[in-house]
């Protein structure tokens, strides 16, 4: 319940996916991706604006800082 607390402080129109299991759901797999945009009703890339877009991934990749640790994989990239 408390996501849905920060979502109603914030106010923003946000749809939150979680995979739950192994399945098509779960990266790198493209069911998430498919169930978006037929939820959204978005019937072609073309209708997108990806360079205003924003992806949130938890593996991009990254090295190891003094301030952070190093990504286990690089599969968000």
């Given amino acids: 319940m408390k996501v849905n607390a920060v979502l109603n402080v914030l ?3 946000i ?5 739950t299991g192994k399945d098509i759901y779960r990266k790198p797999r493209p069911g998430m991706w498919t ?4 939820l959204q009703n978005v019937d072609s890339l073309k209708s997108l604006d ?3 877009s924003i992806f949130v991934g ?6 190891k800082t003094t301030r ?9 990239r």
Avoid: H, N, Q, Y
Wanted: charged share 30%; aromatic share 6%.
């Fill in 50 to 52: 990806l360079d205003e």
């Fill in 58 to 63: 938890d593996a991009g990749g990254r090295m």
């Fill in 68 to 76: 952070s640790a190093k990504d286990f994989s690089c599969s968000d």
């Fill in 35 to 38: 169930e978006m945009l037929s």
């Fill in 11 to 13: 106010d923003l129109p």
């Fill in 15 to 19: 749809t939150l996916f979680a995979a």
